[in-house]
């Protein structure tokens, strides 16, 4: 059990660290200072890898535990292992991780969900911008030579956007 017990703790500093870098994303995306971001991003895989190393890891504790005990695990949840527990200090100690983790986990979806809105408002900022760059100008007709020259005014714009 302790073993597991060690997972769990990891687990948690994990996705604790996890969360650290998304209000830090935040703040990144609030500046839209993109070197940061990138630097971020690069961070968070690494966790989200060490995250599924440590979750395999743990299924397997999981499972070998339950093995021992000659039980069965269908998911391999710390929900059901709570439930085929019979140690009431096992049952309190697992139940307190699983809570710390959904806990974690919950306001980690949370700091990624605002995150998201933000990159998708910034997103939309940069296209409007690019569009009015890049937009054939519709008001060119009233400087321009009324007849000859509508056809190359309507085409011309400040960027390729073929390119």
């Keep these: 059990m302790q073993t597991l017990y060690d997972l769990l703790d990891n687990l948690i500093q994990m996705h604790k660290a996890l969360y650290t870098l998304a209000m830090q994303k935040k703040d990144v995306l609030v500046k839209g200072d993109v070197d940061e971001l990138v630097a971020i991003t690069h961070q968070e895989q690494k966790l989200i890898k060490g995250v599924t190393a440590v979750e395999t890891a743990r299924m397997n504790a ?5 093995a021992d005990k000659g039980l069965t695990l269908q998911e391999g949840t710390l ?6 527990t019979t140690s009431a200090e096992e049952k309190l100690r697992l139940t307190s991780y699983r809570n710390e983790l959904s ?3 919950s306001e980690l979806r949370d700091a990624n969900e605002l995150n998201q809105q933000l990159l998708k408002q910034s997103l939309s900022f940069v296209n409007m911008t690019l ?3 890049t937009d054939t100008p519709e008001d060119d007709f009233i400087y321009g030579k009324p007849a000859a020259d509508t056809y190359r005014q309507a085409n011309r714009t400040f960027f390729n956007k073929k390119a």
Excluded at 62 to 66: A, D, K, P, Q
Excluded at 79 to 84: P, T, V
């Design 79 to 84: 929900a059901e292992l709570i439930k085929l």
């Design 62 to 66: 999981v499972r070998e535990l339950t």
């Design 131 to 133: 569009d009015l760059i």
């Design 103 to 105: 806990r974690i986990v």
